[in-house]
C-alpha cells in the first residue's frame, strides 16, 4: 500500500469508527522541498499522525495546528517557509515554501460527499481526481464545501459554485487522467467577475501493474523488486516446476500457454511487460500479445540481434505493428547501470519502468538543473 492510501485507509477508519481528526495535504510548494504536493498526513484527536508532509521538521507543528482544526471544526491554510539552513540541518534537501491545507474530518455524516466518492474510488483501484477551492490566505475557511470529483469512469460528483469553472477542471482532470504518472497540483483561476480563487486538484491513479513473462532464476529479483515497490506483479510462465510459490511469493503466478493469454491476463494502458522467458517461441508469442496491447512499456530481454530475429519470425507468421506499438518496446532492456547478475539486472530493469512511468530519461541527477519537473497544466 502506498503512504497516501495508507493515510486514506486509517482516515477512513476513523470516520467508520466515528473519531475526530484532520487531514493534512501538501496543496503548493515553490523551489524544492521533501514531499510534493499531494503528501498527505492524517491526524486524530490525540496528536498520532500517519504519513509525511516533509522530511521530518514540519509534522511536530502540523499536528499541532491541526488539534485547533478539529476543536474548531474549521480547515486553514498554513504556509512554511523552509530556509536553507532549515532544511539541511533537519534532512530535507532544499529550500521552498510550503502550503499545507489542514482540513477536519469527523463522522460519515459530516464527510463532505465529493471527497468520500474520491476516497471510495481510490479504494476501488479506480482514477480520481478531487478538486478543492483553496483559501488565498493563512486563515480558517470553509472553502472545502466546495468541492468537485472526476473520475476516469466519466463520473462527476460536486460542484466549484460555478458551471464555467466546473467544466474547466472535468477538462483539466481528464487530461491528467492520460498520463502514466499525474501530479496533484495548485492552479491560480480568475473568474469573469474577476474573482480569483486558488484550486487545488488532488488526482490518483492506480499503481502500475507489472507482467513478467518468465519464471526463470533472473525472473525472480525482478518479480520481488517490482511488488516490493508495490506493484501488482503477475508472473507468467506454463511450467509448473519453475512458476511456484516458494519462487515468487509475491506475486500472482498464472500458469498458462499463449492461448490464454487474451482470456485471462488483464494488460491496460498503465501495464508494464517483462519479457525474459529464454525460449525463442514463448517471448514470440508474449511480444506478439504485448505489443498488440495497450501496455505502456514491453521491455524484451537479450540483445537486439535476437530481437531482430523474433520480430523476423512475427513478420513472416502475418504479425505487423504500427510505429505507436513499436515504439513501446525496449530492447536491450533496462537503463544503462553496469548491471552484472540478476539482482543487478533487476534494479535496472525497475529502475527504467520508474522512468518511463515519470516521463525520465533515467540521467544523472548531477546533470539536471532541477531534480523536480515543473508541473504544466493545460488549460
Given at each position: 500500500m502506498r503512504e497516501n492510501e495508507a493515510v486514506l485507509h486509517t482516515l477512513n477508519e476513523a470516520i467508520r469508527a466515528g473519531?475526530?481528526?484532520?487531514?493534512?495535504?501538501?496543496?503548493?510548494?515553490?523551489?524544492?522541498?521533501?514531499?510534493?504536493?499531494?503528501?498527505?498526513?492524517?491526524?486524530?484527536?490525540?496528536?498520532?499522525?500517519?504519513?509525511?508532509?516533509?522530511?521530518?521538521?514540519?509534522?511536530?507543528?502540523?499536528?499541532e495546528v491541526a488539534q485547533d482544526v478539529i476543536r474548531d471544526y474549521k480547515a486553514i491554510l498554513k504556509r512554511y517557509?523552509?530556509?536553507?539552513?532549515?532544511v539541511w540541518?533537519?534532512?530535507?534537501?532544499?529550500?521552498?515554501?510550503?502550503?499545507?491545507?489542514?482540513?477536519?474530518?469527523?463522522?460519515?455524516?459530516?464527510?463532505?460527499?465529493?471527497?468520500?466518492?474520491?476516497?471510495?474510488?481510490?479504494q476501488k483501484g479506480e482514477a480520481a481526481a478531487l478538486c478543492t477551492v483553496i483559501a488565498m490566505n493563512e486563515t480558517a475557511c470553509e472553502s472545502a464545501t466546495k468541492r468537485l470529483v472526476v473520475t476516469e469512469k466519466g463520473h462527476v460528483t460536486?460542484?466549484?459554485?460555478?458551471?464555467?469553472?466546473?467544466?474547466?477542471?472535468?477538462?483539466?482532470?481528464?487530461?491528467?487522467?492520460?498520463?502514466?504518472?499525474?501530479?496533484?497540483?495548485?492552479?491560480?483561476?480568475?473568474?469573469?467577475?474577476?474573482?480569483?480563487?486558488?484550486?487545488?486538484l488532488d488526482v490518483v491513479v492506480p499503481l502500475p501493474t507489472v507482467f513478467v513473462f518468465g519464471a526463470g532464476h533472473d525472473a525472480i529479483p525482478v518479480a520481488?523488486?517490482?511488488?516490493?515497490l508495490g506493484f501488482p506483479t503477475t508472473v507468467v510462465d506454463p511450467r509448473?516446476?519453475?512458476?511456484?510459490?516458494?519462487?515468487?511469493?509475491?506475486?500472482?503466478r498464472l500458469l498458462i500457454d499463449s492461448e490464454k493469454y487474451a482470456e485471462q491476463l488483464a494488460v491496460g494502458k498503465r501495464s508494464y511487460v517483462v519479457i525474459m522467458n529464454h525460449h525463442m517461441e514463448r517471448d514470440q508469442e508474449?511480444?506478439?500479445?504485448?505489443?498488440?496491447?495497450?501496455?505502456?512499456?514491453?521491455?524484451?530481454?537479450?540483445?537486439?540481434?535476437?530481437?531482430?530475429?523474433i520480430m523476423e519470425a512475427l513478420e513472416k507468421a502475418g504479425s505487423t505493428f504500427t510505429a505507436r506499438q513499436l515504439a513501446r518496446l525496449c530492447n536491450p532492456i533496462g537503463l544503462d547501470i553496469g548491471a552484472d547478475n540478476a539482482e543487478e539486472i533487476a534494479v535496472s530493469i525497475l529502475a527504467e519502468i520508474i522512468a518511463k512511468r515519470t516521463g525520465h530519461e533515467g540521467g544523472l541527477l548531477r546533470d539536471k538543473a532541477q531534480i523536480h519537473q515543473n508541473t504544466v497544466i493545460a488549460g
Open positions: 473519531k475526530k481528526g484532520a487531514l493534512a495535504t501538501v496543496v503548493k510548494v515553490k523551489g524544492s522541498a521533501y514531499r510534493r504536493e499531494g503528501a498527505k498526513m492524517f491526524i486524530d484527536d490525540t496528536g498520532h499522525y500517519i504519513g509525511l508532509i516533509s522530511g521530518g521538521c514540519l509534522e511536530a507543528d502540523v499536528a517557509e523552509l530556509d536553507e539552513d532549515l540541518g533537519l534532512g530535507l534537501g532544499c529550500p521552498g515554501t510550503v502550503e499545507i491545507f489542514i482540513e477536519p474530518i469527523a463522522g460519515q455524516e459530516k464527510l463532505h460527499p465529493p471527497f468520500s466518492v474520491w476516497s471510495e474510488a481510490i460536486g460542484s466549484l459554485g460555478n458551471t464555467g469553472l466546473n467544466r474547466y477542471v472535468e477538462k483539466w482532470a481528464n487530461e491528467l487522467f492520460h498520463k502514466q504518472n499525474p501530479r496533484s497540483s495548485s492552479q491560480s483561476v480568475v473568474l469573469e467577475d474577476g474573482t480569483s480563487l486558488s484550486l487545488f520481488r523488486l517490482s511488488a516490493t509448473p516446476g519453475y512458476n511456484t510459490a516458494e519462487r515468487f511469493p509475491l506475486a500472482t508474449a511480444l506478439k500479445f504485448a505489443l498488440l496491447s495497450e501496455a505502456a512499456y514491453v521491455g524484451l530481454l537479450g540483445p537486439r540481434s535476437r530481437r531482430e530475429r
